[in-house]
């Protein structure tokens, strides 16, 4: 099922990624991409890390695009990794910093071990090589599976992830993430609303996704993705029925990372349900 041609695209996006994590343009880059796609409000959104926001934020204003500063928390629940979006947070606040960089060191810690995984397996260098890919920005999967790409042991980056980097693969490496209720603290305390992203991607059953919309809203969660990057019409039809069940806001976002890997593309959403209250009626 598609959309007719005529809707139009929505011009919000509130999930996007940089080098400062592992996204492939520079927060300079993003931005000047994200205003070629008409994107008039958006929010840098890295893995754990907020070192892109000042940067990025500049351009914005030079573009006249509304910013919104962001972070995409790993969370842990029910020994799940989880994805918490933290929108409007104050990234000079103490308690936040510092969560960021114990999350910093977790990231030092798994590539190592990811690394030692994958010399196990014959392929030397990765921690070395991963660290070229991720310049000044902070370790993530991406960034070995540029790597295995690039010396030849995957085609592409799916390939990467499905062969080596995905749970139950051979360099997997399980990683206890701060709890989802503490993370969810941290971002009301630091000023920011807190978002479930992605919440169809977790491959849940319904009885763990309806535990998860429970245990979310009672840690103060406000809102979920219901629009996003890699999603199929009916996970939105699915999510806005979720969001209307739990009493939750409904946030759009590509979860763009590069022209070619992972996640949607800016500027090219569908809009929020019609009866889905927005997020951004907060911010
Ligand atoms: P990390 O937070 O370091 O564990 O890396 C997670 C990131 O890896 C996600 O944010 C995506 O950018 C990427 N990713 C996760 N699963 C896949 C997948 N199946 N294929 C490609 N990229 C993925
Ligand atoms: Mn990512
Ligand atoms: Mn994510
Ligand atoms: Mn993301």
């Excluded at 999350?103 to 995984?117: C, G």
């Excluded at 000044?136 to 390939?159: C, I, S, T, W």
Aim: charged share 20%; proline share 5%.
């Amino acid at each position: 099922m598609t959309e007719p041609m005529s809707e139009p695209f929505l011009n919000i996006d509130l999930h996007l990624h940089s080098t400062a994590s592992d996204g492939a343009l520079s927060p300079t880059e993003l931005v000047e991409f994200v205003s070629e796609q008409n994107v008039q409000t958006m929010a840098l959104t890295d893995h754990d890390t907020t070192a892109g926001l000042a940067e990025a934020r500049k351009v914005a204003e030079q573009k006249g695009i509304s910013f919104i500063n962001g972070v995409e928390l790993s969370a842990s629940w029910e020994n799940k990794t989880l994805h918490i979006v933290g929108l409007g947070i104050d990234p000079e606040h103490v308690e936040l910093q510092i969560a960021l960089d114990n999350l910093y060191q977790q990231r030092q810690l798994r590539a190592e071990k990811i690394a030692a995984k994958l010399e196990a397996k014959g392929i030397s260098g990765a921690l070395e090589g991963t660290k070229k890919f991720a310049g000044d920005g902070l370790l993530a999967r991406p960034h070995f599976a540029r790597y295995l790409v690039e010396q030849g042991y995957a085609k592409n980056m799916q390939k990467a992830f499905d062969r080596y980097l995905l749970k139950n693969k051979p360099a997997y490496v399980s990683t206890e993430w701060p709890q989802m209720s503490d993370t969810l603290d941290l971002i009301r305390a630091s000023g920011g609303i807190a978002v479930l992203a992605h919440p169809m991607r977790y491959k849940l059953s319904k009885s763990w996704q309806r535990r998860l919309f429970t245990a979310f809203k009672a840690g103060g969660g406000l809102a979920i993705e219901i629009v996003c990057g890699r999603y199929v019409p009916e996970d939105i039809a699915t999510s806005a029925g979720y969001a209307e069940r739990f009493g939750l806001m409904g946030s759009v976002g590509s979860d763009f990372h590069s022209h070619t890997e992972y996640g949607g593309k800016p500027g090219r959403l569908r809009p929020l349900p019609a009866h889905i209250e927005p997020v951004w009626n907060l911010l």
